[in-house]
Nanobody, 124 residues
């Protein structure tokens, strides 16, 4: 089974940028639809972005459209989440997930594998 490790989180001022990485091992990301989720304290985990296996079809939550970009590098077996124009409400633990589905699910229950997360904090 695939293992996922997120990195790239940190503290940034509002309006700044971060790039999160999700490195996969034990399996190729070519076999999975990949998703990014986030969970703020006291809130449920929510879908942020996803990308399909081959043709790079993407999907984004309305709250991040135009600011976040998901991409994948097959040679590095890694998925990225570029986050620009960050807002304090983007503060959360960000998780990478993988699914054998043929579409991009927005429900966390449809994902088979998860990383441990990386913290993103945006100060005002």
């Amino acid at each position: 089974q695939v293992q996922l490790v997120e990195s790239g989180g940190g503290l940034v001022q509002a309006g700044g940028s971060l790039r999160l990485s999700c490195a996969a091992s034990g399996g190729s990301i070519t076999n999975y639809v990949m998703g990014w989720f986030r969970q703020a304290p006291g809130k449920e985990r929510e879908f942020v972005a996803g990308i399909t296996r081959s043709v790079p079809i993407t999907n984004y939550a309305d709250s991040v459209k135009g600011r976040f970009t998901v991409s994948r590098d097959y040679s590095k077996n890694t998925v990225y989440l570029q986050m620009n124009s960050l807002k304090p409400e983007d503060t959360a633990m960000y998780y990478c997930a993988a699914t054998l589905s043929f579409r991009i699910p927005t429900s966390q229950g449809n994902y088979d594998y998860w990383g441990r997360g990386t913290q993103v904090t945006v100060s005002s």
